[in-house]
């Protein structure tokens, strides 16, 4: 699947950033792609900061029937030979032993996670990502599930959900995910355009987009997505429109949309620029942005999140806890955890992921922090992740883990994009504190600041246009 927010450490940021970019990639700044690694320094106790038992768990199925050309996620590509052109529901399916070896060795390392905490209250979200997970058949979908459920407990309303691509399923497969307790669904479709979709190696076409939308409805389920992808090669501001159309006609009850990032070691970093043709330039990304955001809203999508569009009550409760800077587990190849204050990204090779395993089971790896971290790290990430959504940096909150000072340092760095309209101040009612009162507010003391201003958040769209650059500036307060 496309790097995408609904993914367990969502997209590549590698770095932090130092120049504006159309839409920053979150986060995986954090973690790097080789063995096991983690980024902890002793400082503090992340008590104040809302750290507990995870409550969410990421499972990475990593199966495709090919990679497609943009991305570098770690995936297994099982290859033509395992999808034969017949409708699916006429497929005579076997089992493949390399998605059984896998998610036996994936049971594995689940059944061997040790916790840290007195208590460990059951999942009330789990998101199976990949990869393609469709693709794997529901009994090993129900293995895992029931590891899960028997060592940490599944909440009997916990949203469970499942990326599924356009021809890995029927409606014979969907009605058994459900009764399995799948009740999310993230199609991914990317585009409405034939010679879009082989442009980027996608293994569908639009007949089978068509298909699966119908399935999906035919099933009666209510909480699905649809993922679009924008900045494509050689594609028009008109094809995106009407990918976006199309996508609202279609009824979703959750919209992604992903601006393509480059990747190097992927067949389009081989062959492609960015902002060289046939890649928009940045300044046409934007108004790919600008126009997915003006159609949306204008459909009554929220625009809750910097990809993420949800109809009300559809908002992706899995991935909240990813930009509340909440924990999680993660489980599978290439995933990447967040418990006790330690990020932890598992190995992306399949024999290096085994040994991982292999280690586990004999206490020889550790992932679980003690809830000691930088905290200038815990900063930054919740600045970043705040300003993904539309809820915002909430200022109380974060003055009272870092420092009143701090707040006012980020105010003051602020005060010439909240005259410009790029950053919205908001009171504790969410009205808007106009720029000259907010100006007035930054020259008094913190006690102030934090009488008046509750929110701090990016203008929809222009101030998620410039992300990168403001979060550079909250940065550059933060570690100078």
């Not at 690694?37 to 499972?59: E, K």
């Not at 017949?86 to 994936?106: F, G, K, S």
């Not at 999906?216 to 209510?222: I, L, R, S, Y």
């Not at 201003?453 to 222009?462: A, E, N, Q």
Request: charged share 25%; hydrophobic share 35%.
């Amino acid at each position: 699947m496309l790097r995408t927010t609904s993914s367990p450490i969502f997209s590549s940021f590698r770095g932090r950033p130092k120049t504006p970019r159309l839409i920053f990639k979150a986060f995986s700044v954090l973690l790097e792609d080789s063995p096991p690694s983690a980024r902890r320094n002793a400082s503090t106790n992340l008590t104040t900061l809302h750290q507990g038992p995870p409550t969410s768990a990421y499972v990475h199925l990593p199966f495709c029937r090919k990679r497609c050309h943009y991305c570098d996620f770690p995936i297994l590509a099982l290859g033509s030979s395992s999808v034969s052109n017949a409708p699916y529901e006429e497929r005579q399916e076997e089992d493949d032993p390399r998605i059984t070896n896998y998610v036996n060795l994936l049971v594995r390392e689940i059944n061997a996670t040790r916790t840290c905490f007195d208590t460990n209250p059951n999942l009330k979200t789990v998101f199976f990502g990949g990869g393609t997970p469709s693709l794997v058949p529901p009994k090993l979908v129900s293995l895992v599930l029931e590891t899960l459920s028997s060592r940490f407990g599944l909440c009997p309303d916990a949203e469970i959900s499942m990326e599924m691509d356009p021809g890995t399923f029927g409606g014979e497969k969907l009605k058994e995910l459900m009764g399995l307790g799948v009740n999310r669904v993230s199609l991914g479709v990317q585009a409405f355009q034939d010679e879009l979709l082989k442009a980027c190696g996608r293994a569908h076409g639009v007949s089978e987009v068509y298909e699966a939308i119908e399935i999906v409805k035919a099933c009666g389920v209510e909480n699905w997505s649809m993922d679009l992808i924008s900045s494509l090669p050689h594609q028009t501001l008109e094809m995106w429109e009407e990918s976006l159309r199309l996508a609202i006609e279609s009824q979703p009850s959750h919209v992604s949309v992903y601006d393509l990032q480059v990747e190097q070691g992927t067949k389009f970093g081989n062959v492609y620029t960015p902002g060289q043709s046939p890649l928009p330039s940045e300044t046409q990304s934007a108004e790919f942005y600008k126009t997915a955001s003006s159609m949306l809203r204008g459909a009554g999508y929220e625009h809750y999140e910097v990809s993420s569009y949800s109809k009300e009550g559809f908002k992706c409760k899995h991935n909240l806890i990813y930009w509340k800077n909440k924990p999680f587990y993660a489980f599978g190849l290439g995933s990447a955890s967040y418990v006790g204050g330690l990020r932890f990204s598992r190995p992306r090779r399949l024999k290096e992921y085994t040994k991982y395993v292999a280690d586990l089971e004999n206490g020889a790896a550790n992932w679980c922090g003690d809830g000691n971290v930088d905290l200038k790290d815990v900063a930054t990430d919740i600045i970043m992740l705040s300003f993904r959504t539309s809820k915002g940096l909430e200022l109380k909150e974060f003055g009272e883990a870092f420092g009143r000072k701090v707040v006012k340092s980020i105010c003051k760095v602020y005060e010439p994009y909240v005259e410009s309209g790029h950053i919205v101040c908001l009171d504790d009612m969410r009205k808007e504190v106009m720029s000259d009162e907010f100006k007035k507010l930054v020259g008094n003391d913190e006690k102030k600041i934090e009488d008046h201003v509750r929110y701090l958040r990016l203008r929809d769209p222009d101030g998620f246009l410039l992300s990168n650059e403001l979060i550079s500036l909250a940065f550059g307060v933060i570690s100078p």
